[in-house]
């Protein structure tokens, strides 16, 4: 439904100055647009269009990242609400909360909105405007909707919603262009049958929160140093995944160059009536045709060349694990766990940083979904009072951790594993230093010897 933040920004920038546009929404901005122009990258980045990718393919990195944090967060999460006829419409909002989550993880925010009849609008980072924000809150926002009606008419929406002293107030405004790059000029709601029900312009007194839930990533933005949210993989995460897919475009040359082929001297091919040489269809990968010396030398040449292919792996799995390190997932999730060269104590770090990372997104997550609980109310007549939420998470990753060990404890009671083994893992030793740390072993029988 709202779409059209950069078409929408990069009109009032082109019909506007920046004085004039903080006239027109009385003050500054929070949205810059240096930040438009990364959520554009990010979100290219999402959908496997990023720049390079037109040389060398993505490979999916990015939707990697966004649904491990987003299953993790979900998968783990008991939400509910007292009242049986808010908890029913919650559980409705929230049914394809994961899917939605991954973009605003991807993008750096998003805004869940109850619209009539029960049903939720899910508004990413892209189809709205951040105008002013109160400690870390949401305070003041412009929605946007674009509607084309035929060749050269198009029409805008902006749902503007403030935060007031007087209570919540909802502005919406209208415009028609002949072209979908420019904001034209005001217009009527009723020209749009379904935008006449809207209030041009309303306040309701006592509602001291905003009408939806909104969710930003736990993330210092350094891209233009603002409350807006930014991508889970912002800064450094973008160049490496660059890289990584840049490598992975490398790994697949190597193997499609390095094609077994037998250079053959065109004396060795058949002709065909017109005098061109032909090799069979299904010989045509390994057989290739060459003058190779027009009166001697060997009919055959084999072309084999020595594969690479350990090297550039390699490669790829350290941009992997370097992308695990900067945006907080464990390692192993991205790279491969039999090639990760890391000692217990390193990769039970890497878990907790993943459940830091983790357990920061579950709580702005709650906050949004509280916030959605309160807009559905507030659409249902009990604006904010007559019932409680309650959200929690499970700590699977940790829990994990101690049950792994509890198991690797019953196999070294079983003998399938040996104690060393166990302190190199747990202890963070190698091999030798946990053999020569183990404590002695007292022997039954050399115990009960009398050696006098």
Not at 44 to 60: H, I
Not at 106 to 125: D, F, Q, R, T, W
Not at 216 to 238: L, Q
Not at 335 to 350: C, G, H, L, P, W
Request: hydrophobic share 35%.
């Amino acid at each position: 439904m709202f779409e059209g933040i950069k078409t929408f920004w990069r009109a009032l920038r082109a019909m506007f100055s920046t004085t004039d546009i903080k006239r027109i929404v009385g003050g500054d901005v929070a949205l810059t647009e240096e930040l438009v122009e990364r959520i554009e990258l990010w979100d290219a980045m999402l959908n496997g269009r990023a720049p390079w990718n037109n040389r060398a393919p993505s490979l999916g990195i990015e939707s990697g990242i966004c649904r491990e944090f987003a299953d993790i967060a979900i998968n783990e999460m008991e939400a509910k609400v007292d009242n049986e006829n808010l908890d029913k419409l919650f559980r409705k909002a929230i049914k394809d909360l994961n899917e939605n989550l991954q973009e605003g993880i991807a993008l750096g925010s998003m805004i869940i909105k109850p619209m009539m009849g029960g049903a939720v609008e899910y508004v990413s980072a892209k189809d709205f405007i951040p105008i002013k924000f109160d400690a870390d809150r949401l305070v003041d926002c412009v929605l946007i909707e674009r509607k084309k009606l035929e060749a050269n008419k198009y029409f805008f929406r902006t749902e503007r919603h403030t935060l007031t002293d007087q209570g919540l107030r909802i502005e919406n405004k209208a415009y028609f262009s002949a072209t979908a790059a420019n904001l034209g000029t005001q217009t009527y709601l009723t020209d749009i049958p379904e935008w006449a029900g809207y209030p041009e312009d309303i306040t309701y007194p006592g509602m001291d929160k905003m009408d939806f839930g909104f969710y930003k990533n736990p993330i210092k933005n350094r891209v233009d140093e603002t409350d807006c949210g930014v991508s889970i993989y912002s800064g450094a995460a973008v160049d490496r995944i660059r890289k990584a897919d840049i490598q992975a475009a490398r790994y697949d040359w190597e193997y499609e160059s390095g094609e077994r082929a037998i250079h053959v001297d065109e004396r060795a091919l058949r002709r065909e009536h017109n005098g061109r040489v032909y090799v069979d269809n299904l010989d045509r990968r390994l057989y290739r045709g060459l003058n190779i010396d027009a009166e001697k030398g060997d009919l055959f040449k084999e072309y084999s060349p020595e594969m690479r292919d350990e090297a550039f792996n390699r490669g790829l799995e350290s941009y992997y694990r370097q992308i695990e390190f900067i945006v907080g997932l464990a390692y192993g999730d991205l790279s491969d766990t039999q090639n990760v060269d890391k000692t217990a104590t390193e990769i039970r770090a890497a878990k907790q940083r993943k459940y830091n990372r983790v357990s920061a997104i579950q709580e702005n997550l709650k906050n949004c979904l509280e916030g959605l609980v309160d807009a559905i109310a507030f659409y249902n007549g009990l604006y904010t009072t007559g019932y409680s939420f309650s959200c929690s998470f499970n700590d699977s990753i940790l829990t994990d951790e101690e049950a792994e060990r509890n198991q690797d404890r019953q196999e070294v009671s079983m003998g399938v594993m040996r104690l060393d083994e166990y302190r190199a893992k747990w202890y963070g030793e190698d091999r030798e230093t946990a053999l020569a740390n183990l404590p002695e072993q007292s022997n039954p029988i050399l115990d009960n010897i009398d050696m006098r």
